[in-house]
């Protein structure tokens, strides 16, 4: 997208004002294509023939797309509308294995369309789609689709289809609401608990647009235009004012009057011609506006053509007073869906009302870019420091911001554009021709120079107009345009912001609503063909802003994808697109986790008791690590996962506020950012405490909450790799003085820190750290010498090292830790020789000191009942009640639990919500497919992590455990030993397995003679 680009063109294409940037978002299946179908054969320029129109699917190109039916890739057109202005239209894939296309489509975008079926409602990826609008800052419009089934399908009346689709209206309205008040509040607790840091512009002018924005008043109101009501596979919709102009016309009333009854509780008073309230209406059963002007027109045009057909007396004269042309072998047709299309299609254009509706209810570039630009390109705290060394830069990288932010089009104005997505296309499929008549040459190099290690110098060739699949030549671009660039590959990996100047801050990274979590190990069947196999899968990486291509230390290539029809679908293009060689596939490689044992009471229960030390010494016996392991409370752990990228930057100390750096789940946060962590932090910690308080004591539960607030104040580090899940505590300066004695009589002291990322995320003042720090080397170890205290601060990255390395690979099965709190006592004592060896110091006993660490991090788990960790999908199924038994069955087979089931009002089908293991999800689609002949459609989002409740090592220790067990002959497969194991052997790790397991049951009582 260009932000800002010189331009002398005088036409109105190259004015941004005459510019909209659009995508459509929404659940799988509620027509999406279908609708830019109609779009593109009605303002493409004859890209598409209106009567493919609906049935071709332009904009699924591939083969795998026409064959699923299902888009898997984001796809743009440029359409110009009957107005005159440039419209970029973005379809995006509705599935969620694709979901980062949908996130460089609405990167791209201004606004988006917002798509739900009339019959199915809001359902899970709806959700998706207005927080994806929301956090981006897309200016979101609603169309309400398949209202036809409403009538062929439901044969519901006029007035109960109005009430289903106020329904639906409210629904959309209710969760945009909940996403504007979480963000809102987020930032008034930021101001409230910091306020002094909080005063920036861009906090004032995001107060400024929530003050503006009436939190009282919905984001769809039919009334205001941004609401169409259509069925996309016969191509007509409508807004209101269509009818209020058509009935202003025939009864002689004002429109604006008649307009403001047409949604709502409101009635037309027949003896005044008044619109009134229902109090104020004589009548004994009165019907909505809505109702009897809108929809029992469309219900009595439905009944007439289907009824009597296209000849039909009734049916021409409706033609006749609607002037509508129509040719008389299509009122012919002996097929009344046919006549039906044709008559409505002209009646109630359906690209008519949404370009009307994109032209006059969405932001222009302009306009859009100085309410997303805080997105985009937010602004960056630089320290007086910096700006000191290099104030020429800042100044030009804040013109920059300036002018992206203005979309400024003046011939001195930098050049900048952000590109969200890569794509490969075939030589054949690109253009001979430029905009002059003259040859391509699609097969020269780009120049380029690395000037930095992130900055790298092109020079742009050539630039296209994106027409679905095709592509069309300009020699210019108009800024706030969408635009495709050949020729990026060697210098793009996945997606970059490009600059005519070399100071200009970059745009942020987009946000992705899911993480890749299948894996599989590829290998050519053929040895030869590795190289060729490798240079696909770099291809595929950058061609898919999803994949993530790695190769492991025992020189495997796993490939992630999102799920089972993205990897697929990874699987087909590598086969036949970039590698063009035969492949064999591992089966899936499942991610897992570790913890240990302890959730809701059992978490307070836990912390109450006394716990043990693991303890661990070098082989030269120097140093001494006492390790205590704590489970995390589960709300503290995931905001600790959903935050990892922030956080890293926080710790970093390269931002103050907010980033544009977003949590895949949840809406946006604004102010500032530590001190808007820190609360999640306290309130996750509360939440769980409040999930229990019917439960625990509330003197217990204020001691528990009293002592973890006391914790985090003494966060050292997180991991893995610095921001994980899992802390590192540092040793508590009241509870010890910081002096052992061992039995041989050497003095060591205890090695500390500072709690680094406490102090950054404002749980504890550096003053204060440094206080501690000093209390810590005064008195109490006065008599230790001065070479013991230099060796202690030189092994803190040491302990940091052990730390990280044992929370990557955990006990069970190397698998990473998850949801843990590691309080580290590390000692150090003097060498008896009394001469420091200073190469033993900094390699050997380093190294030892690392070690130690992380054996005794591991050896700590396994003494405090760990548990393995799986990931869980939110499943969400569509069934009719017929296969309910085949569905439950599967579910059962998959070891799911179910959450809910709801009917859909007016159907047969029931909506099943239930959690899958991921473990489980492998071929879960084709299973339910073949179980109920294809009459069950499902769902699967990554929803969270979950710990086994089942002990890996479990065997009859107890009394009661011996009486009930027994000597563990009864007890039924241990489902957590099994995946354990199945990782471990994956690995090459060891595996306890008896190949006779109760031989005593083996044996035979037959006695062969």
Not at 110 to 118: G, K, P, T
Not at 759 to 772: A, C, Q
Not at 831 to 854: P, R
Request: proline share 5%; charged share 25%.
């Amino acid at each position: 997208m260009a932000a800002a680009a010189p331009t002398e063109r005088a036409d109105e294409a190259a004015d941004p004002r005459r510019v909209r940037n659009t995508c459509i978002l929404a659940h799988v299946d509620h027509g999406k294509t279908t609708l830019a179908d109609h779009l593109v054969a009605s303002c493409g320029d004859g890209l598409l023939h209106p009567k493919l129109a609906g049935r071709l699917r332009f904009m699924d190109f591939l083969d795998e797309e026409q064959r699923r039916a299902i888009t898997m890739k984001s796809a743009a057109v440029a359409l110009r509308s009957r107005s005159g202005h440039r419209v970029s239209l973005i379809d995006s894939p509705g599935h969620i294995d694709f979901c980062s296309e949908v996130s460089s489509a609405a990167r791209l975008s201004d606004s988006a369309l917002i798509l739900v079926d009339a019959v199915e409602g809001v359902h899970i990826q709806t959700h998706a789609a207005l927080r994806q609008a929301f956090v981006e800052r897309l200016r979101p419009c609603l169309v309400l689709n398949k209202i036809d089934r409403l009538i062929t399908e439901l044969c519901f009346t006029p007035a109960e289809a109005y009430v289903r689709l106020h329904r639906i209206v409210s629904d959309v309205n209710s969760i945009y609401s909940a996403l504007r008040s979480h963000s809102y509040f987020s930032l008034l607790s930021a101001l409230e608990d910091n306020p002094s840091t909080s005063s920036s512009s861009s906090t004032e002018d995001l107060l400024e647009d929530f003050e503006d924005d009436d939190d009282n008043e919905d984001a769809f109101q039919p009334l205001k235009g941004n609401v169409v009501f259509a069925c996309a596979l016969d191509g007509w919709g409508f807004r209101p004012h269509q009818f209020a102009d058509l009935y202003a016309r025939k009864i002689g009333v004002n429109p604006s009057a008649f307009l403001r009854g047409l949604w709502g509780p409101r009635y037309l008073d027949k003896k005044t011609g008044k619109v009134v309230g229902k109090k104020a209406i004589k009548s004994a059963d009165p019907q909505p506006m809505f109702v009897e002007f809108v929809l029992s027109a469309l219900w009595k045009m439905y009944e007439l053509v289907v009824k009597d057909g296209g000849e039909s007396k009734a049916v021409k004269k409706l033609v006749e007073n609607f002037q509508l042309k129509i040719p008389e072998r299509e009122l012919k047709n002996k097929d009344p869906k046919v006549v039906l299309q044709s008559v409505m299609s002209r009646w109630l254009p359906l690209a008519d009302a949404v370009m009307d509706m994109v032209v006059e209810c969405t932001p222009d570039p302009v306009a859009a870019q100085g309410v997303r630009v805080a997105r985009l390109m937010p602004k960056r705290e630089v320290t007086p420091e910096d700006a000191a060394g290099c104030p020429e830069v800042i100044a030009e990288a804040e013109r920059v911001r300036r002018c992206v932010e203005a979309c400024d089009v003046s011939v001195d104005a930098p050049v900048v554009v952000y590109v969200s997505k890569m794509f490969a296309m075939p030589y054949k499929m690109l253009p001979l021709k430029g905009v002059n008549g003259e040859l391509l040459n699609h097969h020269g190099t780009m120049k380029g120079d690395a000037v930095h290690k992130h900055v790298q110098e092109v020079e742009l060739q050539y630039l296209y107009e994106m027409l679905g699949q095709g592509l069309k030549p300009v020699a210019s671009v108009g800024a706030g345009n969408v635009v495709a660039i050949q020729g990026l590959g060697q210098h793009i990996l996945k997606s970059a912001t490009l600059s005519s100047t070399k100071s200009s801050w970059p745009f942020s990274s987009m946000m992705f609503q899911a993480s890749p979590m299948l894996k599989v190990a590829i290998e050519p069947s053929n040895p030869a063909d590795l190289g060729a196999l490798i240079k696909g899968l770099k291809l595929l990486n950058r061609a898919d802003p999803f994949v993530e291509y790695t190769v492991t230390q025992r020189g495997e290539h796993v490939l992630a994808a999102a799920g089972e029809i993205h990897l697929e679908r990874c699987i087909k293009d590598l086969e036949e697109r970039f590698a063009k060689v035969k492949m064999v596939v591992s089966d899936p490689l499942v991610s897992f986790k570790e913890t240990i044992e302890g959730e809701g009471v059992g978490l307070v229960e836990r912390l109450k008791a006394p716990q043990e030390f693991a303890e661990r010494t070098t082989p030269n016996g120097r140093c001494t690590v006492r390790v205590q392991v704590l489970r995390l409370p589960n709300a503290l752990t995931k905001v600790l996962e959903e935050s990892e990228e922030l956080l890293g930057q926080i710790i970093e100390g390269k931002t103050g506020k907010m980033d544009g750096v977003l949590d895949p789940r949840l809406p946006q946060d604004d102010g500032d950012s530590a001190a808007t962590l820190k609360q999640r932090m306290i309130d996750a910690i509360d939440s769980d405490l409040e999930a229990i308080s019917k439960k625990v004591d509330k003197e217990k539960l204020d001691r528990f909450r009293k002592t973890w607030l006391g914790l985090l104040e003494r966060i050292w580090s997180l991991g893995p790799w610095q921001v994980g899940p899992n802390l590192l505590l540092s040793p508590d300066a009241k509870s010890s003085d910081g002096v052992i004695t061992t039995q041989d009589g050497r003095q060591g002291i205890l090695v500390r820190s500072r709690s680094h990322v406490s102090e950054r995320l404002g749980f504890v003042r550096e003053s204060d750290t440094k206080d501690n720090n000093n209390l810590d080397n005064g008195e109490s170890v006065a008599d230790a010498p001065e070479s013991l205290h230099l060796e202690s601060m030189a092994l803190r990255n040491s302990i940091v090292s052990g730390f990280q390395i044992a929370t990557n690979a955990g006990p069970l099965c190397d698998e990473p830790m998850w949801g843990l709190a590691f309080i580290v006592e590390p000692y150090i004592f003097a060498d008896c020789s009394g001469a420091v060896n200073h190469s033993d110091q900094y390699n050997i006993f380093s190294g030892q000191v690392i070690t130690a660490v992380k054996e005794a991090c591991r050896a700590a788990v396994l003494q405090n009942k760990p548990r393995l960790v799986q990931a869980m999908y939110f499943c969400e199924l569509t069934m009719p009640v017929e296969q309910s038994n085949a569905t439950y069955g599967v579910l059962n087979k998959r070891r799911a639990r179910i959450l809910k089931e709801e009917a859909q009002e007016g159907t047969s089908l029931f909506t099943v919500h239930a959690y899958l293991p991921v473990a489980e999800s492998v071929g879960f689609l084709n299973q339910l497919r073949s179980s109920t002949a294809g009459a069950v459609s499902a769902l699967l989002v990554l929803s969270h992590w979950e710990a086994i409740d089942e002990d890996p090592f479990f065997a009859p220790k107890t009394q009661d455990e011996l009486e009930e067990f027994g000597d563990g002959s009864s007890i039924g497969p241990n489902f957590a030993k099994k995946l354990m194991n199945s990782v471990r052997r994956r690995k090459g790790l060891h595996v306890e397995e008896q190949v006779v397991e109760h031989g005593t049951k083996q044996r035979t009582l037959a006695k062969k003679v």
